[in-house]
């Protein structure tokens, strides 16, 4: 496994199926497994993914762990048993990327 790639979950019914639509999608020349941590949702997400993208390895927490243990509870379940984390690991939700016109 080359790309591992951590989602966390909290009722995002609304961005969840287009966030790994654009996944599945977009990332053709790389081996990768998507990892979906749940945080205790209501909204049917975890339903909605469960149905709609089998591939995805999902992990219900059952309460909302917050984004640092959720990402913690993704990473120990990567597939390949070597793992290597750097600041460029992470995206940077800070970054401003500009709209296309």
Partial sequence: MKLSIVIICWNDL??????LS????GTTKTEFEVIVTDNGSTD???ERVRAN?????LIENGANLGFSKANNVGIR???HS??????QSFIDFGLKVPPVV
């Fill in 77 to 79: 379940s990567f597939v």
């Fill in 44 to 46: 049917g997400s975890i």
């Fill in 53 to 57: 993208f089998p591939l995805v390895r």
């Fill in 14 to 19: 609304k961005v969840i199926e287009n966030c």
């Fill in 82 to 87: 070597s793992v290597e984390l750097t600041r």
């Fill in 22 to 25: 654009s996944i599945f999608s």
